[in-house]
């Protein structure tokens, strides 16, 4: 167990080492500048080999996570998350490669403009910097992360939650096994080694080293890392998340809609919170949709006339509605119209995703043009908000910021850009 | 005179009024996102006319504010920049005009996916929201960020020099004017009209109304609104921009364009306040350099090989090539290769601005992409950094940040985008 034990015992020991990682990272950025693509794809390659081929020792690392699990109070689903086995590393490879496949986003031009005085100006795609990245405790996100990061260009320092550090203690190993192989710098990913929490505030206040801060996890978290940071943060906030039945709805696709937003999955970002019907089908729907959420063992939390539709409803209070539950709960509200149904996103929801379900266009356009979230969907599922499911290639989270990433982050959100300017000799009039 | 007294002698006042505004630009913000983009022209036009027609009421203020200039210890330089005169108010209003021509931003599909399961996946252009802008004791800016603000569907906060307050307040009252008759929500342009600075501070800590504050001016300033604001910034930090004339320059082009980048304007931030020269031209180039700068009236501050090539050069300290001098100074340095050029830009420099003088292919191509800076110069003047010469159409600033915009920020770097997914019943798998 390499955690670094005796930094714990000392601040000025763990702050030398926070400033020493930051350091490393910053310098192997700058040989990610210009390193050419194709080092960059035999070290995902290579990693992905090494992942298979040192199995055991993985497997070994994961076990002694899951032996400390208990310990740490994990849920059975959290430990279930945390838990590695051959498909799941296979399917970590796989992700490498799949990351090594996407094109080469550095150098790439995103525009060009020819002057009238004959100045080509190109506005070319660069990495970020360095990315402070703070997750859960996800063995499989290490690599993901780590990969993403690193393709874009970036050095990565990953702070994963302490109950998988030896899980990604021994993925990283193989990464960096790879990067002596291939080129690639091994500071470019760096583990923070010891589960100080003290250790994210001094990385907060390097803003000299360190280019942007991504939280991802719960939401006190995501609210330290806001306060505390002094370099620019990608937040990945809550997920109050609505299905708007409009009257025009066809009712059969509203309810598939529903389901698979609601019941799919519980405990994501992108699963729907709170439900909203239009009254003048609310008497039609409400019945199918309580059935169909009941038989999922969902709780519903209804306004006056949901309860009245729906028998074992229980009213919703207040913060019912502004609440994203995770859990088998919903939020029902019926509305007198689409307008009234964006009023209570705008005054409920969380700007993640919102969809309406509905076959009529003026309705579908305005509920597009007025609901302010990353992703509005129109008849579809609100579980799409994700990079995979957009063709990103890769994510490392979902953006509920409107400031530089919105929605899902893949690699093209992990860059800049700057001007290169190329003339003959030209000055300004 | 509007300028309300009476909030500065109360703090709780001042913090009620600050509030208001936040709270109008808000609620105009709203209106803004989904208003046709045919209002904002008509608005603009009119603003342009407005301004034409009132000409004697905006010079009468402007005559308020020279008046009292002396009393707020402004240069002769700035209390030109304050000056208006008919000939600058067209200017202001054909500026107007210009920003009415350029495309209408919102709603624009940026990009576009069709996936396998047949979901559309538009990328599509949105309002950030709320804009707090503070900037310098220049009335053509009032009218110039009012303009781009509203055109990229924002509403605007803006907080100018209190020097310039009168005239801005003439320049407002005539964009409200135009907006009473266009049907563009008056709260879309606010001036702040008390000049007590802790007003800053309260709009600073708003996050829930404003998504962005855009400090212009002096460094304290920037930094004062850094550690204070709880919103994304967008800084316009230092230029301490270079040029290097690399050995295979043409000498008459890198004395063309050392004397456009350093002497055409010495106060500006894109001016260059470095030399570098490579020491296999030094001999040749440096005493002609010499002459030049000294022509204009430019103190040399050199290294060694400097000061014996230039006779009347003094030697330089480190913190000279670490300073943007925005006056008739110069640092020069010989350096013995272009890599020692790019170490000695990546230490000393601000990311701003950088241009390399040379006829060498490979040479170019190395300081293109390891000088990191918002825009690099290949044989153009460092001058060129800016929204009007890069073709936005109108800017608000040069960021040298490199999160969400960097260079010249136009319309486009004051919007976000948002998804809009269009289904027909697609569930996730």
Redesign the interface.
């Known amino acids: 167990m390499r955690v670094i034990e005796s930094v714990e015992s000392s601040v000025k020991n763990l702050s030398e080492y926070c400033t020493q990682l930051a350091l490393q990272a910053k310098a192997a950025s ?1 040989v990610l ?2 390193l050419k693509g194709e080092v960059k794809v035999a070290w995902l390659r290579r990693s992905a080999e090494l992942l298979r081929e040192n199995l055991q020792a993985i497997l070994q690392a994961n076990r002694l996570d899951l032996e400390a699990a208990p310990g740490y109070g994990l849920t059975d689903a959290e430990i279930d998350r945390l838990r590695l086995d051959p498909v799941r590393i296979e399917s970590i490879a796989a992700a490498l490669e799949d990351i090594a496949a996407l094109s080469e986003p550095i ?1 790439q031009v995103i525009h060009s ?1 020819v ?1 009238p005085n004959g ?1 080509v ?1 190109n506005k070319v795609r ?1 990495p ?2 360095v990315v402070f990245f703070i997750y859960e405790s996800r063995p499989n996100v290490t690599a993901d992360a780590a990969a993403i990061c690193v393709k874009a260009g970036n050095a990565v320092i990953l702070r994963g939650g302490k109950e998988a550090i030896h899980s990604s203690q021994a993925i990283v190993d193989q990464l960096h096994a790879a990067a002596r192989e291939s080129g690639v710098p091994c500071d470019a990913v760096q583990l923070v080694e010891t589960i100080d929490r003290e250790a994210v505030g001094y990385f907060l206040q390097m803003p000299q080293y360190i ?2 801060a991504i939280p991802r996890g719960g939401e006190s978290l995501i609210r330290r890392v806001t306060a505390e940071a002094e370099m ?1 943060v990608i937040k990945h906030f809550n997920g109050n998340c609505h299905v708007y039945v409009d009257e025009s709805a ?1 009712l059969r ?1 509203a309810l ?2 529903l ?3 609601k019941c ?1 999955r519980l405990g994501v970002c992108n699963a729907t919170e709170s439900l909203l019907v239009h009254v003048d089908i609310a008497n039609e729907f409400l019945p199918l949709a309580g059935n169909m959420l009941e038989s999922h063992g969902i709780e519903i939390r209804g306004c006056e006339r949901t309860c009245e539709l729906i028998p074992r409803a229980v009213p919703a209070t207040e913060e019912d509605f502004a609440t994203e539950f995770l859990g088998p709960i919903i939020s029902v509200s019926v509305v007198p119209s689409v307008e009234d149904a964006i009023v209570h996103i ?1 005054r409920y929801g969380s700007g993640h995703t919102d969809a309406i379900v509905t076959h009529n266009l003026l309705a ?1 356009q305005k509920f ?3 609901v ?10 609100t ?3 994700d990079g995979g ?3 990103l290639g890769a994510e490392i989270g979902i953006s509920t ?4 990433a ?3 982050c893949g690699i093209e959100e992990l860059t ?13 009039k």
């Open positions: 700058r500048v210009s150098g403009t002057r100045l100006i660069v970020l910097g280019d942007v620019p066809d696709m598939a809609i389901e698979n937003s799919q705008t579908a597009v043009a007025e302010d979230s990353a992703a509005v969907m129109v008849n579809a599922s579980r799409f908000n499911e957009f063709g910021d409107k400031f530089h919105r929605g899902p800049s850009y700057k001007y290169t300017v190329f003339g003959a000799g030209q000055t300004r």
